[in-house]
């Protein structure tokens, strides 16, 4: 098949759907992007879902992050396809005073088990957060600490949250998985167990676990929750089996063992669009490939090292051999489409726009490497996962790019375990200079994943591996996150952004869209990054 032909199936099979809640070309690419499928009419009784990621260790909310959690566990306010925020559980959620947050909640919302969502139940819930282990802890770091004041319960469906200082982020997570709702009285006699394979979970979501449900290194079992509050699902069962190797991932969809999967890979792009095969539907998304430094000693953390890959690496070429043609040019670390529906988006938007848009300049690159009186007498290693033909040809660029101004790269490919382990274990980190990753932002904002890698980590710099430290950036993200006004908050970060740009803390290779691959007799899903926060199989079914 030539590439002409792959076009003009892609130009079919993509534009055919129209979408539940719009769609837009994609600036003369070859495709459309559309954010969720129109939705389904038809029962079905079972699907096969493959988690691209693998198998998830835990399903609580409060532990883990993954696409089969939305499904399961409602969040209290719902994040749609275009990445608007609109009610969920929650009737209402907002401040009534810069540091007030009051949450009313739906009366008609039941457990799985029939029992009434309560205030209880909210309280419990966002309090797994105020735990520094949760991952959602950054979310929640304004909140007045003292867990009897902090955040409690003032009336049968209302929940109020004080806050030590006003926090501009706040509403934007509580449509992520930050705020999932558990059981109370299930979760504390489950205790740590919950959301394990021998406990389970007691949510509210359109989908049910029951007991038995996930058979470890197996498959989890899923049933349609026939008294959903937001309606019931058209799928009866759905299944979610393992599959992280794309070559298998691609050969099993294609041939109907697997009915869809969410990230396939844009390599199997061919396959996808190819006769006979289902509908791959390409979706806003804000992800992004990139990398970063790995310690404060390693000449990676010096800016002008990194400023150097970044203006020896071609990013056209990027695009066309790693993700496939599937991805764009994006200035820095926060992408455009996280700012898109949220108030003062015109200010966000100028700020991206004065950014500087990579270009390859292999001269200033040699000059910046000298410059920065590094000793280079070592090779520089990066670290990738193990398998993942992504990340192995974005390492390969990297050596390649790196050979042309005088940076001798070296390729870790590390056995997944061993890689996840680096973003927690510092000793982990031990001899590597850069790590290779895919990011992404699951809730509206433009504040939480650049703090990861450039604030202090008493700020939620979780990720400031090179100890970055400029006082005035991080001023102007204090100032973003206590502003009580859009508008301040929107000048603050630009202004931070304007600084923290530059010193690439991560050198952002491409922005990529959501890969949504379903079986051509399905529809139905949210194909766009919101399904990471989102019940994103409750409109799926037959056409």
């Given amino acids: 098949m030539t590439v002409g032909a792959v076009a003009c199936v892609a130009m079919l099979a993509l534009t055919a759907c129209t979408p539940r809640d719009g769609g837009d070309g994609a600036d003369g690419k070859d495709f459309s992007i559309v954010d969720s499928q129109p939705a389904a009419t038809t029962p079905v009784d079972e699907v096969t879902w493959a ?62 088990d029939g029992t009434p969502v309560t205030a209880d139940d909210v309280v419990y819930s966002l309090q797994q957060n105020m735990n520094p282990a949760s991952q959602w802890f950054g979310a929640f770091a304004l909140v007045v600490p003292d867990a009897t004041a902090g955040i409690v319960a003032t009336g049968s469906h209302e929940v109020t949250v004080h806050f030590v200082a006003p926090d501009s982020t706040f509403r934007d997570a509580l449509a992520g998985q930050g705020s999932a709702v558990m059981q109370k009285a299930f979760s504390e006699a489950a205790g740590a167990a919950v959301g394990t394979p021998a406990v389970g979970l007691m949510c509210t979501g359109p989908y049910k676990l029951n007991p038995g449900g996930w058979t470890p290194g197996s498959q989890i079992v899923t049933t349609a929750n026939d008294d959903y509050w937001g309606g019931a699902p058209l799928v009866k069962t759905l299944t979610y089996t393992f599959v992280s190797d794309g070559s298998t991932l691609a050969t099993a969809l294609t041939q109907g063992e697997i009915d869809g999967a969410i990230n396939v890979p844009p390599a199997s ?13 390409v979706g806003h998304s804000t992800a992004s490939y990139s990398f970063g430094p790995a310690s404060s000693t390693s000449p990676a953390a010096n800016p002008k090292i990194r400023q150097a890959l970044s203006l020896a690496i071609d990013r056209e070429q990027f695009l066309e051999t790693v993700v496939n043609g599937l991805g ?18 015109d200010i966000y938007q100028a700020g991206y726009d004065a950014l500087a848009t990579p270009k390859v300049d292999i001269e200033a690159a040699k000059k910046l490497v000298e410059e920065s009186g590094e000793d ?63 990011g992404y932002l699951e809730v509206p904002g433009v504040l939480g994943y650049p703090s990861l890698f450039l604030l202090p980590a008493e700020m939620g710099g979780v990720f400031n591996w090179s100890q970055y430290d400029n006082p005035e950036v991080t001023a102007h993200m204090a100032a973003a996150r206590n502003a009580i006004d859009p508008a301040t908050a929107a000048q603050e970060f630009v202004a931070a952004q304007e600084i923290f740009a530059p010193d690439l803390l991560q050198v952002t290779l491409a922005g990529t869209y959501q890969l949504t691959y379903v079986n051509k007799d399905l529809t139905g899903v949210t194909t766009s990054v919101a399904a990471y926060s989102s019940p994103w199989a409750l409109h799926l079914g037959g056409k």
């Fill in 51 to 112: 988690i691209v990621e693998g198998e998830p260790a835990t399903l609580n909310p409060g532990a883990s992050a993954n696409l089969i959690i939305p499904n399961l566990c409602d969040n209290l306010l719902s994040l749609q396809p275009d990445f608007s925020i609109e009610p969920g559980i929650a009737e209402s959620a907002e401040f009534v005073d810069p540091v007030t947050f009051v949450i009313t909640l739906r009366d008609d919302v039941r457990f799985w």
């Fill in 269 to 281: 792009r061919a396959a996808f669009q190819g006769d006979g095969a289902g509908t791959l539907t």
């Fill in 376 to 438: 280079l007498s070592k090779p520089l290693v990066v670290a990738v996962p193990a398998g993942a033909k992504e990340f192995q040809q974005t390492a390969t660029i990297m050596q390649s790019a790196g050979k042309a101004i005088g940076l001798n790269i070296e390729i870790n490919a590390m056995q997944a375990s061993d890689f996840g382990a680096i973003f927690y274990d510092p000793s982990k980190r031990a001899g590597i200079d850069f790590v290779a990753t895919q």
């Fill in 328 to 345: 764009y040019v994006q200035k820095t670390i926060v992408p455009e489409f996280s700012f898109q529906k949220k108030e003062n988006a």
